[in-house]
């Protein structure tokens, strides 16, 4: 469908690339790779993809993740999420790779990052689009753990725009990552965390104040704490919000009550995202057409959605200019 939502320039700023592994792809790599997955067919993925909370999703998530095994996997995974992208309006992407995934498999570090920037050149190629890479840290393993995977990093430094911090919420605070964080901010890397997705206003306070992030990936439960939402807004903080995700992990009950328009009308910098597309039934714009129909968001509001992704992006004031 080409469409006002698709056609409208847009950054892409939250997205799993793990989270694109549609279910032909993680079939067919299954084969190639000669994993087994507790799925006999296509179909019987899709069925598997029903969640109640985060945790049920993440477990899917990772049992997927384990056909990605070579170089070339990595590198498929991403052109083709590039292409979509590319479909969706996207020029500019921002997108996670979850190293401790693979390295756990015993996958190295570099094969994860040459396949996906080999992917990245050609999307640079064949789209013109371009794509910075965030290492993310799974915030359900210790922080030597992370440590570790910011070791691993060290030769690939130059080629990372920052980190993020995701996986299971709740009882993995941000504060538990607070000297790996700053860590990394030395090494000249620009700072992301998931926060108030499931987990409280708190979380979001946390990474702001303790990560020093600069920008709050989801941040929905921000609206339960106004003094939060007014300095959030305030510092103009970016806040990466995917609705269809939302309803699909049951942290909002449905797109008719979502808050996106609450938080622009509170002044937030919000904007929307997809996430991890391939389980949550819809890329970045149907993320845009979804949400704007269920929540009768102008066309003003949409605009001001697409600015707001190249305002929160991790651009030079030069490259931001050209987008805007
Ligand atoms: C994720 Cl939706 C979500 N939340 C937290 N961590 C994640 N990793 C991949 N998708
Ligand atoms: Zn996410």
């Given at each position: 469908?080409?469409?006002?939502?698709?056609?409208?320039?847009?950054?892409?700023?939250?997205?799993?690339?793990?989270?694109?592994?549609?279910?032909?792809?993680?079939?067919?790599?299954?084969?190639?790779?000669?994993?087994?997955?507790?799925?006999?067919?296509?179909?019987?993925?899709?069925?598997?993809?029903?969640?109640?909370?985060?945790?049920?999703?993440?477990?899917?998530?990772?049992?997927?993740?384990?056909?990605?095994?070579?170089?070339?996997?990595?590198?498929?995974?991403?052109?083709?999420?590039?292409?979509?992208?590319?479909?969706?309006?996207?020029?500019?992407?921002?997108?996670?790779?979850?190293?401790?995934?693979?390295?756990?498999?015993?996958?190295?570090?570099?094969?994860?990052?040459?396949?996906?920037?080999?992917?990245?050149?050609?999307?640079?190629?064949?789209?013109?689009?371009?794509?910075?890479?965030?290492?993310?840290?799974?915030?359900?393993?210790?922080?030597?753990?992370?440590?570790?995977?910011?070791?691993?990093?060290?030769?690939?430094?130059?080629?990372?725009?920052?980190?993020?911090?995701?996986?299971?919420?709740?009882?993995?605070?941000?504060?538990?990552?607070?000297?790996?964080?700053?860590?990394?901010?030395?090494?000249?890397?620009?700072?992301?965390?998931?926060?108030?997705?499931?987990?409280?206003?708190?979380?979001?306070?946390?990474?702001?104040?303790?990560?020093?992030?600069?920008?709050?990936?989801?941040?929905?439960?921000?609206l339960?704490?106004?003094?939060?939402?007014?300095?959030?807004?305030?510092?103009?903080?970016?806040?990466?919000?995917?609705?269809?995700?939302?309803?699909?992990?049951?942290?909002?009950?449905?797109?008719?009550?979502h808050p996106i328009d609450r938080m622009l009308n509170a002044?937030l910098?919000?904007?929307?995202?997809?996430?991890?597309?391939?389980?949550?039934?819809?890329?970045?714009?149907?993320?845009?057409?979804?949400?704007?129909?269920?929540r009768?968001?102008?066309?003003?509001?949409?605009?001001?959605?697409?600015?707001?992704?190249?305002?929160?992006?991790?651009?030079?004031?030069?490259?931001?200019?050209?987008?805007?």
């Amino acid at each position: 469908m080409t469409d006002f939502f698709s056609a409208i320039p847009k950054a892409e700023l939250h997205l799993h690339i793990e989270g694109t592994l549609e279910p032909e792809m993680m079939v067919a790599l299954g084969q190639r790779n000669r994993v087994a997955i507790p799925f006999a067919s296509v179909e019987e993925v899709r069925a598997a993809y029903r969640f109640t909370d985060l945790q049920s999703f993440l477990d899917i998530y990772y049992a997927g993740a384990a056909v990605l095994r070579e170089e070339e996997d990595f590198h498929d995974l991403a052109a083709a999420y590039f292409d979509r992208a590319a479909a969706d309006g996207v020029v500019h992407a921002e997108i996670f790779f979850d190293p401790q995934t693979h390295t756990h498999r015993g996958i190295p570090f570099a094969v994860v990052v040459r396949g996906l920037l080999s992917a990245i050149e050609g999307a640079k190629a064949r789209h013109g689009m371009t794509v910075g890479l965030i290492m993310s840290y799974l915030r359900h393993l210790d922080e030597e753990d992370a440590f570790a995977t910011l070791d691993q990093a060290e030769p690939w430094l130059d080629r990372l725009v920052g980190v993020g911090l995701d996986s299971s919420e709740l009882g993995n605070p941000p504060a538990k990552f607070a000297r790996v964080f700053a860590a990394s901010r030395e090494r000249g890397l620009r700072l992301c965390a998931h926060a108030g997705e499931e987990g409280p206003a708190d979380y979001v306070r946390e990474a702001l104040d303790v990560l020093r992030v600069d920008r709050i990936d989801h941040g929905n439960r921000c609206l339960d704490d106004p003094l939060l939402v007014a300095r959030l807004a305030r510092e103009a903080m970016t806040l990466t919000v995917c609705p269809l995700s939302n309803v699909a992990l049951r942290n909002v009950a449905s797109l008719d009550v979502h808050p996106i328009d609450r938080m622009l009308n509170a002044g937030l910098r919000a904007t929307v995202h997809s996430d991890d597309p391939a389980y949550f039934d819809g890329y970045v714009a149907e993320n845009y057409r979804a949400v704007a129909a269920a929540r009768g968001l102008s066309r003003e509001q949409v605009v001001t959605l697409a600015r707001n992704s190249f305002l929160g992006a991790f651009l030079s004031d030069e490259a931001l200019a050209g987008h805007l």
